[in-house]
């Protein structure tokens, strides 16, 4: 299957699409990303990822490579020139090249480097993992210190997910100073005794979207919502767990380090945060 692409203005098959190889983002990571989910061939929370974006590129002074609107219309013209009705679309926008590699950025008028493309992942909703739900490990969390703006430089959190596949499983939670951080591409939460515990925002984590609409939805569900450092020894003595993000929604956690949870299932809350979700996404989603 050949993709449609889009790089700088141009929609192309994704055999033809090229980025120049002095690209900062190639060479430094020096570049931000969003993925958005797409359910029913429409977008889930594309405003959100629009704001962070905007947040992480200037957190970086990197100049925004279009308007809210064109970004908008891209989105949509790359699902449907790919028909896709479940999947992501990718984003990446790069400082860009002057040329040559330098340490010091080009100057301000360099143009951005923006390339999007769709992945299709049919049944993603209806994901049989999230039925079984994730067997996770504790990593030490050796990232730089501000995750909240969502660069591309992702090698850690990649090595983080082979050590998890290597021990048999499915992912990897990320420990600082004693207290679980996040998961390699998601954020985390325990729930004892119904209380949802996560931890507060901060340059520590990244600002999930699907955090915040989660944490909206389980408020407006009457469920308990605590914003704290949980530690790891807290995490396994909980009677569920589970993680959220744009590319998996909501991802019951059923054991951590090999120590099961409850019964070794998806536990009630997490299930039925998922089912909110899906069903209110959908419902908002354009
Ligand atoms: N990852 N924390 C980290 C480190 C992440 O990489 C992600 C997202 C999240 C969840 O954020 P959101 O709910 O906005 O997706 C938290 C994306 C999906 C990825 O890298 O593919």
């Given at each position: 299957?050949?993709?449609?692409?889009?790089?700088?203005?141009?929609?192309?098959?994704?055999?033809?699409?090229?980025?120049?190889?002095?690209?900062?983002?190639?060479?430094?990571?020096?570049?931000?990303?969003?993925?958005?989910?797409?359910?029913?061939?429409?977008l889930i929370d594309f405003e959100g990822h629009a704001v962070r974006l905007k947040r992480s590129l200037d957190e970086l002074q990197m100049a925004e490579p279009c308007s809210k609107d064109e970004l908008l219309e891209i989105h949509r013209k790359l699902v449907e020139l790919n028909g896709i009705n479940e999947g992501l679309v990718y984003l990446q926008v790069t400082r860009g090249s002057d040329?040559?590699?330098?340490?010091?950025?080009?100057?301000?008028?360099?143009?951005?480097?923006?390339?999007?493309?769709?992945?299709?992942?049919p049944g993603l909703a209806d994901n049989p993992a999230a039925k079984k739900g994730a067997k996770i490990i504790s990593i030490e969390d050796i990232r730089w210190g501000r995750r909240d703006i969502k660069t591309v430089q992702l090698l850690y959190p990649s090595m983080g997910k082979m050590m998890a596949k290597a021990?048999?499983?499915?992912?990897?939670?990320?420990?600082?100073?004693?207290?679980?951080?996040?998961?390699?591409?998601?954020n985390?939460?325990?729930v004892k005794n119904g209380k949802i515990v996560t931890r507060p925002l901060s340059n520590d984590i990244l600002h999930g979207i699907t955090r915040k609409a989660v944490l909206r939805m389980a408020a407006e569900?009457?469920?308990?919502?605590?914003?704290?450092?949980?530690?790891?020894?807290?995490?396994?003595?909980?009677?569920?767990?589970?993680t959220t993000s744009a590319s998996a929604f909501v991802?019951?956690?059923?054991?951590?380090?090999?120590?099961?949870?409850?019964?070794?299932?998806?536990?009630?809350?997490?299930r039925r945060l998922r089912e909110i979700y899906l069903d209110e996404s959908r419902k908002a989603a354009i």
């Open positions: 299957m050949t993709r449609t692409v889009y790089v700088n203005g141009e929609y192309l098959p994704e055999t033809e699409a090229k980025v120049s190889i002095f690209d900062r983002g190639f060479l430094m990571a020096d570049a931000v990303y969003e993925v958005t989910s797409v359910l029913d061939g429409k040329g040559d590699r330098d340490f010091v950025f080009p100057s301000v008028d360099t143009k951005p480097t923006l390339v999007l493309f769709t992945q299709n992942k021990a048999g499983c499915d992912d990897a939670w990320m420990i600082e100073d004693g207290y679980v951080t996040e998961g390699t591409s998601n985390a939460y325990i569900a009457q469920m308990e919502v605590e914003e704290r450092l949980f530690t790891i020894d807290e995490a396994k003595e909980a009677d569920e767990a589970f991802m019951p956690v059923v054991e951590i380090d090999g120590v099961v949870l409850g019964d070794g299932t998806p536990g009630p809350i997490a």
